[in-house]
T-cell receptor, first 111, second 113 residues
Framework: RKEVEQDPGPFNVPEGATVAFNCTYS??????FFWYRQDCRKEPKLLMS???SGNEDGRFTAQLNRASQYISLLIRDSKLSDSATYLC????????????FGIGTKLQVIP | NAGVTQTPKFQVLKTGQSMTLQCAQDMNHNSMYWYRQDPGMGLRLIYY???????DKGEVPNGYNVSRLNKREFSLRLESAAPSQTSVYFC????????????FGPGTRLTVL
């Protein structure tokens, strides 16, 4: 089983729609969680951190479910500019830092 | 403030050739990283440097060497390129060694024939 699993998509959604992605992780000792955004042929950029209490940044909401070992990203009122690949990142510390990236979920927002 | 810069942007090598990928950051970060990204796989850490003068292996170090030349620069060397090293290489730097303070460079697309 992969340490971090994501549905690669693509998710094709119309403008204005709400879309949600999940990411599951296998290491129950994982401590920090993040969503990165990567545009086509560009570098990844931090979108948001995921806190135990959940967090919201404008149209984006991230949540963590430790019991089921998954994190989620919800995008409301999708814009064309949201089209990108969203990477799930899990950080764990067990004597040393380990950072694991998911393969990403591709989102295409359609006019 | 350029952030993280990488050279070259593109490179084609023949099997067995060597080359060095350059990376520099102007954010005064202590930690620097080299990743590779392949289709169907997440970014994988090749090597990292927690501070000037130190380097450590990541998940996929075989076939690579690194040099932390100074606080700004971290280079990745392929001594004898193989087709399996065809990939997109990203350099990153981090203020505190944590994911949420990590900034990536624009990447180098390497093809080994």
């Amino acid at each position: 089983r992969k340490e971090v699993e994501q549905d690669p998509g693509p998710f094709n959604v119309p403008e204005g729609a709400t879309v949600a992605f999940n990411c599951t992780y296998s290491n129950s000792a994982s401590q920090s969680f993040f969503w990165y955004r990567q545009d086509c042929r560009k570098e990844p950029k931090l979108l948001m951190s995921v806190y135990s209490s959940g967090n919201e940044d404008g149209r984006f909401t991230a949540q963590l479910n430790r019991a089921s070992q998954y994190i989620s990203l919800l995008i409301r009122d999708s814009k064309l500019s949201d089209s990108a690949t969203y990477l799930c990142v899990v950080e764990s510390w067990g004597g040393y830092q380990k950072v694991t990236f998911g393969i990403g979920t591709k989102l295409q927002v359609i006019p | 403030n350029a952030g993280v810069t990488q050279t070259p942007k593109f490179q084609v090598l023949k099997t067995g050739q060597s080359m060095t990928l350059q990376c520099a950051q102007d954010m005064n970060h202590n930690s620097m990283y080299w990743y590779r990204q392949d289709p169907g796989m997440g970014l994988r850490l090749i090597y990292y440097s927690a501070s000037e003068g130190t380097t450590d292996k990541g998940e996929v170090p075989n076939g690579y060497n690194v040099s932390r030349l100074n606080k700004r620069e971290f280079s990745l060397r392929l001594e004898s390129a193989a087709p399996s090293q065809t990939s997109v290489y990203f350099c990153a730097s981090s203020e505190a060694g944590t994911v949420d303070t990590q900034y990536f460079g624009p990447g180098t697309r390497l093809t080994v024939l």
